[in-house]
Structures are given as C-alpha cells and as structure tokens.
C-alpha cells in the first residue's frame, strides 16, 4: 500500500510542476522553416453572441485565408445569430469552401442559475475535450466570449498531460481600455499570444502584445 501511494504522490507532483511550467511558460510553436511555409493551418475560431461577433468579423478581413484553412467556427448551441452572421459574412466574400460550423453546449445561459451552471459548465468542459480530440485544429483564435474558456482551459490541460499542444491567441475586446475583461483575467497566463489593443493594457499587464487598433 506504501508503495502505491509512493507512486501517485509522485506522479501528483510530476503534474502539479508540469502545470506552472505550462502556466509560466505558455506554449508557442517553433518559427515556421522554409520547407513548410506553404502548409495550410487548421484553425479553431470561437464565436460569441454580440460585439464579440462583430469583432472577430473584422478581425477575420486581416487573416491569410490561404494559409489559414480550414475554419472551424464554434459556437454555443443556442446562439443562431452569431452562426447566421459569419455565414452571411462569409458569402459575400466567397469564402464558402474550407468552413465548417460546431455547435458547442453553452456553458451558462442568461439569468441561468449559478448552482446549475456548474453542471453546465463541467459538461461543456468535456464536450470541448471531445472536440478537440475529433477536429485536432492546430490554431485556436479567441476574443473573449465566455463560450472559450471551457475550449481554452480543455486546450491548457491536454498539453499539461502531455498530449495536444495547440496555441491559443487571444485578442481583448476593444472596448478594453484599462482593466482586462474577466475572460482575459481567465486566460492570461494561458494564451500563447495575448493581443490588446490599447497601449494602456500592455504596459500595465506585461504578457501583453500591443498592435494597435484592429477594429
């Protein structure tokens, strides 16, 4: 019995360093070499109900869509819009091929309970695991919808296991001014890259890249 316990006390602390590591040092893809740098990337973009959506539409006008194919959009379930406006938007530019669309349980409704959102949370937390694990995209792009954080923590945690290492970058609303939302607060040692847009942001928050106004 001593010995079993020996082993899992080990392996316990194995993870817990592995997973300050990961926090300390959040993970960034080696540069692109010469041999690979016409290889599309498979990326995961999260939409969220609102100004969310309305940002990451014009984040979108400024991405490589040769490089950066195909597009997974994902999405809560019971958000329509979000999905109708990226298909309208996507339309009129003729981007149809190389898009698809999931649907993702949304972790907490509005006015939804907090005892209840527990539940849903944990549940949209796995559901995100087995996404990852079917789509295995090699970019996850995110702009603060609470939709991500479930997908962002999933990502986090398959790479403390050792499993599937995926970059995550994040870019704060716009509106951010000051402060980082709550979302950022989750995400900031998590986020591979951590995009404001707002110079403020970047001097008081140091993991912060500044690149000016995108939207």
Aim: charged residues 15%; aromatic residues 16%; proline residues 5%.
């Amino acid at each position: 019995m001593y010995d079993i316990w020996l082993i899992v006390s080990i392996i316990l602390i194995i993870y817990i360093v592995r997973c300050f590591y990961c926090l300390l040092f959040p993970y960034i893809p080696n540069k692109v070499s010469n041999n690979n740098v016409n290889k599309t990337i498979k990326t995961m973009i999260i939409l969220g109900s609102g100004g969310h959506t309305a940002e990451m539409l014009v984040l979108l006008k400024t991405l490589n869509r040769k490089r950066y194919q195909p597009l997974l959009y994902v999405h809560a379930d019971t958000d329509v819009t979000s999905k109708s406006r990226m298909i309208k938007a996507e339309t009129d530019q003729n981007n149809q091929k190389n898009i698809q669309f999931i649907s993702i349980p949304r972790s907490r409704e509005v006015k939804q309970s907090y005892f209840t959102s527990i539940f849903t949370t944990i549940y949209s937390f796995f559901y995100g695991i087995y996404v990852f694990l079917k789509y295995r995209p090699q970019l996850l792009i995110v702009n603060g919808p609470g939709t991500c954080v479930p997908l962002c923590i999933t990502v986090f945690l398959l790479r403390v296991f050792f499993f599937y290492p995926c970059p995550i970058i994040f870019v704060e609303s716009f509106c951010r001014v000051d402060t980082l939302s709550l979302t950022g607060y989750i995400l900031y040692f998590i986020a591979s890259k951590f995009i404001v847009m707002w110079p403020k942001l970047a001097l008081k928050y140091k993991r912060c890249q500044y690149i000016g106004r995108l939207c």
